[in-house]
């Protein structure tokens, strides 16, 4: 059974373990870490020029307006970047996950007939009846948080040159 030799080798065990942790924590933290809470200022050995101070130096862009950015698009690199909504909608006039989108520049908003749409984006057709360029790039680059509300799972496209080519691809198919 446990005599006293074998209760004292286990108590030491566990010691010299906790020793060997509790020590390759300090070394680690002494390697791992600098100057913090000793009062001394931090310097980097080096910096790594990311252009974020040259960008905040120049002054910021006009910013185009989207028709134009649209009338100056590209339909097919829109069609490559449709692919990721091809996963929900069709161009052929048939329904899928989503509506289908053939016609969809100058259509009005929820509008296809026999798709069950979010109430959130039928009350989204009161205050923008028409899907205007600006507005369907609007709703790509965001869409929950355009139409909060909506049904659409996609997360958007955040780049506008990809919004833009999108949305020249769709008016192309008119």
Request: glycine fraction near 10%.
């Amino acid at each position: 059974m446990f005599d006293t030799m074998t209760l004292t080798k286990a108590v030491g065990a566990g010691c010299g373990a906790l020793l060997v942790f509790l020590l390759g924590s300090w070394a680690a933290s002494g390697l791992y870490t600098f100057g913090e809470g000793h009062g001394e200022d931090v310097t980097q050995a080096y910096v790594i020029d990311t252009g974020a101070s040259a960008a905040a130096e120049e002054p910021a862009a006009e910013a185009v307006p989207f028709p134009e950015l649209v009338a100056a698009a590209d339909a097919a690199a829109g069609h490559k970047v449709f692919a990721k909504c091809a996963a929900c909608h069709k161009v052929d006039g048939s329904d899928a996950t989503g509506p289908h989108l053939n016609g969809v520049v100058d259509r009005a908003v929820a509008s296809v007939g026999g798709f069950a749409y979010s109430d959130a984006m039928v009350a989204h057709a009161a205050e923008a009846p028409t899907w205007t360029l600006e507005e369907l790039g609007a709703f790509v680059e965001n869409p929950k948080g355009h139409v909060p509300g909506t049904k659409m799972t996609f997360a958007g496209l955040p780049k506008e040159q990809d919004r833009a080519n999108v949305v020249a691809y769709l008016a192309s198919l008119q």
